[in-house]
């Protein structure tokens, strides 16, 4: 598993955009990137994935550096309903094979504010 | 995306007493499907994974006798807690993957459970 680090909380004004950094310095070439959030007693909600490109949906863009040792998550107008638990993921191959194991680390609390 | 439900979303049982959760996934078939539980302030865990028509796979850790997970179809899986006592209450999470959304998994909304 690709062991990665997030900031434990941070805050953002509604409105801005919000820049959630990830570190996955040990992560392995054929593993993905995945955001997912958790608001609370929630069950997670995936936000994208990526690999080595940069990444952009509807919710949010993800900026994997070059050489993919980190990477950034992007809300490009914070709401208050956007106050989650962020978790960046690097996805496991399980041994089936016909899906993965997603790890889930202790993730980011974002908390936007009015 | 894809949708999974939780039955019940929360339940209140007495120490001793079996309780079953229920997932579904809705609009897709998830070949398989993933049990997870929460305790308060921290975060997931992976209990067991199930592929429709197999054993499950438990994580270091978790009592298969006790968790029992049954995938009989592409569209249900259930978590049974046997013998339920109070170090068993949690917020147990469920979701399911695989076929078209191979890259991907959607999460249930998870289930309150309570052992008194």
């Known amino acids: 598993d690709a062991k990665t680090t997030q900031p434990t909380s941070m805050d953002c004004a509604e409105g801005r955009a919000a820049n959630l950094p990830c570190n996955h310095s040990t992560i392995s070439g054929n593993e993905y990137v995945y955001w997912y959030r958790q608001i609370h007693s929630q069950g997670p909600q995936y936000i994208i994935h990526g690999l080595k490109n940069n990444e952009t949906n509807e919710m949010a863009s993800l900026i994997i550096t070059e050489d993919r040792k980190s990477s950034t998550l992007i809300l490009p107008h914070a709401t208050l309903r956007d106050t989650a638990v962020y978790y960046c993921i690097g996805r496991t191959p399980d041994s089936g094979g016909s899906n993965y194991k997603l790890t889930f680390g202790k993730g980011t609390l974002l908390t936007v504010n009015p | 995306g894809a949708v999974v439900s939780q039955h019940p979303s929360w339940v209140i049982c007495k120490s001793g007493t079996s309780v079953k959760i229920e997932c579904r996934s809705l609009d897709f078939q998830a070949t398989t499907m993933f049990w997870y539980r929460q305790f308060p302030k921290q975060s997931l865990m992976l209990m067991a994974t199930?592929?429709?028509?197999?054993?499950?796979?438990?994580e270091q850790g978790v009592e298969k006798d006790k968790f029992l997970i049954n995938h009989a179809s592409l569209t249900l899986s259930t978590l049974t807690v046997t013998s339920a006592h109070p170090e068993d209450s949690s917020f147990y999470i469920c979701s399911g993957g695989g076929g078209q959304h191979y890259n991907e998994q959607f999460f249930g909304p998870g289930t309150r459970l309570t052992v008194l």
């Open positions: 199930s592929n429709e028509g197999s054993k499950a796979t438990y």
